[in-house]
């Protein structure tokens, strides 16, 4: 069965220091990976995905991420955190379903906390 | 461009009582319309999908039922409210292939 893990449900970071939000994933198919941002009381906003390519991905607000198979992870990274990147953070996969719809499993969430 | 939106924002109401919350997407056709609810602290549980008009799928069984009249219109039901549907609910829509989802900002719903 297809899932995904997110080690550490809460990261502490100071402000300018490196952002690492880890994710790792199972699956007998070739995923295709996102990285999700949700701020208070709010939806979920793409940061970035991985389908095909280039398994370094950039995306919003500065983040990153590379997609490594033979470690089955999708680790997102920011080189200088910032205040307003304090938010909860999901990544998600998903695999191609008959009829035509694809199913996002996603992790269960890391919160990222940034103190100056 | 897309645009997807939900109402209400914030919704109380109390045990036993009906629930309808609302979806519509614009920008596209045909697209694939989820359901998700998220309780305090956890991460997302996706309740329905629909591929098209009257085509619903449920996830888990629940009490929630779901509802596509129209193409971009996608509705979330109830006929009686329990405590254990209090949670922020999330519509979503995405094209089919490797494409993302696309959210709402999401429905807070606390039941009394």
């Known amino acids: 069965a297809q899932s995904v893990t997110q080690l550490g449900s809460h990261v502490s970071v100071s402000e300018g220091a490196l952002v690492l939000l880890r994710c790792n994933y199972s699956?007998?198919?070739?995923?295709?990976l996102f990285w999700y941002v949700q701020y208070p009381n709010q939806g979920l906003q793409l940061l970035l995905k991985?389908?095909?390519?280039?398994?370094l991905v950039k995306g919003i607000n500065g983040f990153e991420a590379e997609f490594k198979k033979s470690e089955t992870s999708f680790h997102l990274t920011k080189p200088s955190a910032h205040m307003s990147d304090a938010a909860e953070y999901f990544c998600?996969?998903?695999?191609?379903?008959?009829?035509?719809?694809?199913?996002?499993?996603f992790g269960a969430g890391t919160r990222l906390a940034v103190h100056p | 461009s897309q645009t997807i939106h939900q109402w209400p924002a914030t919704l109380v109401q109390p045990v036993g009582s009906p629930l309808s919350l609302e979806c519509t997407v614009e920008?596209?056709?045909?697209?694939?319309l989820y359901w998700y609810r998220q309780a305090a602290g956890r991460g997302l549980q996706l309740l329905f999908y629909?591929?098209?008009?009257?085509?619903i799928s449920s996830e888990v069984p629940q009490n929630l039922s779901a509802s596509r009249p129209q193409d971009r219109q996608f509705i979330l039901s109830s006929k009686k409210l329990l405590l254990s549907d209090s949670g922020f609910y999330l519509c979503?829509?995405?094209?089919?292939?490797?494409?993302?989802?696309?959210f709402g900002d999401g429905t807070r719903l606390s039941i009394l």
């Open positions: 979503a829509w995405g094209d089919r292939g490797d494409q993302p989802q696309h």
């Open positions: 920008g596209t056709s045909n697209p694939n």
């Open positions: 629909s591929v098209g008009i009257g085509q």
């Open positions: 998600a996969v998903t695999f191609m379903f008959s009829g035509g719809y694809n199913k996002l499993i």
């Open positions: 699956s007998s198919v070739p995923p295709y």
């Open positions: 991985y389908t095909t390519g280039a398994t």
